[in-house]
């Protein structure tokens, strides 16, 4: 199975449960792809969670240049969140990329966004969060990640669909 179907069957025995603190559910396939989801709520239609994690071990101490692939392949394709992704930083040193909504959501409140990290540090990493802009302190605070169960499982299938060869 794909790592996608393999989290959707997971998820429908998890319906109507709300996790504090979060619950991690992960799944892996057969190419050693792992990915891991901080489930808050799991609901008929959606989730809320924490945090979206894949892990690619075929990644490990790839390029800059390949993590740049990877970051422009998934803005291209990831068209069906509250905002678009663009690559904002890349880090030579630390070898990440770092993905943010441009122009973040400020239709109600304070500026919300997207804050995906793809990196190369053990094996090759994506991570998905979201943020809200906190006025009091001057930085900001992790907001739930609120997503259907239908945009979860073609999010998976473009982060698998995306990922470069080394």
Not at 12 to 25: D, E, I, M, N, R
Not at 141 to 151: A, C, D, F, G
């Amino acid at each position: 199975m794909s790592l996608s179907l393999d989290l959707a069957a997971a998820l429908q025995t998890l319906v109507g449960q709300t996790f504090l603190p979060s619950h991690t559910l992960a799944v892996k396939d057969a190419s050693g792809n792992s990915l891991a989801v901080d489930l808050i709520c799991v609901e008929s239609l959606g989730v809320s969670c924490e945090e979206l994690r894949l892990t690619v071990p075929g990644l490990s101490a790839t390029s800059l240049d390949t993590l740049k692939t990877w970051a422009q392949g998934l803005c291209q394709r990831i068209t069906y969140l509250l905002e678009t992704l663009h690559p904002l930083e890349f880090d030579a040193q630390g070898n990440e990329v770092l993905i943010r909504s441009n122009p973040p959501d400020t239709s109600v409140g304070h500026p919300k966004y997207y804050e995906v990290v793809l990196s190369t540090q053990g094996a090759g990493r994506f991570t998905l969060q979201r943020f809200e802009a906190d006025s009091q302190s001057g930085g900001r605070v992790r907001v739930p990640l609120r997503i259907t169960h239908e945009q979860l499982s073609k999010l998976v299938n473009d982060l698998i669909g995306t990922l470069p060869t080394p």
